[in-house]
């Protein structure tokens, strides 16, 4: 891979997407070279890099990610080209599962077979952007009669979100570069490893994936503050089922275990309290800007290729999310 790429997630906390012109014109001025969209429970994940493909003129826009349950395999053939229009040779479009609580809770669909659906829904969209007519049949997903009647202008990578190795083994077989969030510096070796082992079974060169890694940070200089930020966070995600099964799997269990038996008992505020400094330090960007960026640059230096750096503001007011995530997309920024 060429030298380490810098980017950050989009949309920032308290800035409309009219207000990201400015935000993602002193991104590019400031050295960012990537902007990946995110899609929990705000904005979807297209509109946000649509706008920012008018707004610049050299990042690289990337999905992290694109569900794979609560899209069809035509619609994100066709989003995927609409951004291969409107950002040529600059879209990633990043695949993934997502999680129970999106899939099953929000949008009442069955999360099962979350591998094979996310390896056959990748199969018929890379399919489709080669511009084939698709007509396949597979076990959880089938595309009949398909074809783009716009030709896609520049070729479109694909990525895999990936946890546990069922999927890094997939990135590694298949993608063009694997998408990992939610663990520590010191985890992501052993998560590469699956990946660039599974590339080489497969016939690939190991090295041509890239590691792209979303990382939470919140710059704040009172280090409690932020590590109170942190903790809300990392109570809802880390026990979520894929995201507990993934960290059992990394050996992360002895951190974790007491905020899990707190929250399984219902303990909401107890699972908060459970949490150790030592696990918010090892998830998480948190104090100041040297700490936070030495967190940072401790991901790349464990094998991240390009870190996206997530804004989580400690402020609970929009007016003090937009102040606070703009002055940490400064205070990060590369030429920083």
Known sequence: MPGTRWGFSLPLSGITLAQHRDVLREAERLGYTDAWSLEVDGTDIFTPLAVAACWTERMRLGTAIANTFTRGPATLAQSALAMAEAAPGRFVLGLGSSSETIVRDWNGMAFERPLTRTREVMELVREALSGARVSWSLTTVQMHGFRLSRPVPAPVPIYLAALRPGMLRLAGEIADGVIINWLAPRDVPNVVRVVREAARAAGRDPASIEVVCRIFVCLHEDLDTA?????????????????????????????????????????????????????????????????CRAQVEAYVAAGVDTPLLAFAPAATDLAGQAVESWAMLRALAPSA
């Open 227 to 291: 590590r109170a930020l942190a903790r809300r966070q990392i109570a809802a995600y880390l026990n979520v089922p894929v995201y507990r099964k993934f960290h059992e799997w990394l050996g992360n269990g002895p951190l974790l275990q007491k905020m899990w038996e707190r929250w399984d008992a219902g303990d909401r505020r107890g699972a908060l309290a459970a949490i150790p400094d030592e696990a918010v330090d090892a998830f998480y960007a948190v104090g100041d800007a040297a700490r």
